[in-house]
């Protein structure tokens, strides 16, 4: 897959972490965001040890300001971009609560994080991959986008606005690919914040998620 360079969020852990490894074992150029930015850095170092093209960007996608750098610096850093990969995502505050116990406040960090981020780095990233012919977009969601789990509230939210942009875009952009992955449960720290007694053996490692979206991803572009 060398002829993929792709823009990765969430790339410091999980599915983010995995797909990155993944991708580059296989030849891809990644653009790697992570708001952590000492874990994505000791990521970034062991990557480059392995000999993959890997860059690092320490970044909030939430953050209004954040889109613009991202965008231009991957596309100084890749040369163009043809992957979009948003991984990031935040559940809101933990332990979950119901509705009626959730703050304003952590609804609109969902929002932030796992919507509004994301299409503001699309806006910015697509107009490039209009002009040289081509692109993907994955947006990583979930079941809980689709069925009502108490005290998952904001983050299914969350993901059916996602959902539902990612198919707006694809009917207003059809020169790109816009596709919405379910990785279904993953032992994730994400997970274990959210249901700390699960059974970790019974989880998706984030690996197995990975390969299966590269495989989606494969799919889509010859299709």
């Not at 929002?111 to 692109?135: D, E």
Request: net charge neutral.
């Amino acid at each position: 897959m060398d002829d993929i360079r792709a823009v990765v969020t969430g790339a410091s852990r999980g599915l983010g972490a995995a797909l990155t490894e993944t991708l580059a074992s296989r030849g891809a150029h990644i653009f790697a965001v992570s708001k952590n930015g000492p874990r994505l850095e000791k990521r970034i170092s062991g990557w480059k040890a392995k000999g993959y093209k890997v860059d690092g960007y320490a970044s909030d996608v939430a953050d209004k300001s954040a889109a613009i750098p991202i965008a231009s610096t991957a596309n100084e850093v890749l040369g163009s971009v043809n992957l979009v990969v948003h991984c990031a995502a935040t559940l809101g505050s933990v332990p979950l609560a119901r509705l009626l116990d959730t703050d304003c406040e952590d609804l609109e960090r969902a929002l932030a994080v796992n919507v509004v981020g994301p299409f503001r780095l699309t806006k910015h990233l697509m107009r490039a991959m209009i002009l040289q012919g081509g692109g993907t977009v994955v947006h990583v969601t979930s079941d809980a986008a689709t069925s009502a789990y108490p005290t998952w509230g904001p983050y299914g939210a969350s993901k059916a606005a996602h959902d539902h942009l990612q198919r707006t875009w694809a009917a207003e952009v059809p020169g790109l690919r816009f596709l919405n992955f379910d990785p279904g449960e993953m032992d994730t720290d994400m997970h274990r914040a959210a249901v700390p007694d699960a059974d970790r053996s019974a989880l998706r490692t984030p690996s197995d998620a990975a390969a299966e979206l590269i495989a989606l991803i494969e799919q889509s572009r010859s299709a």
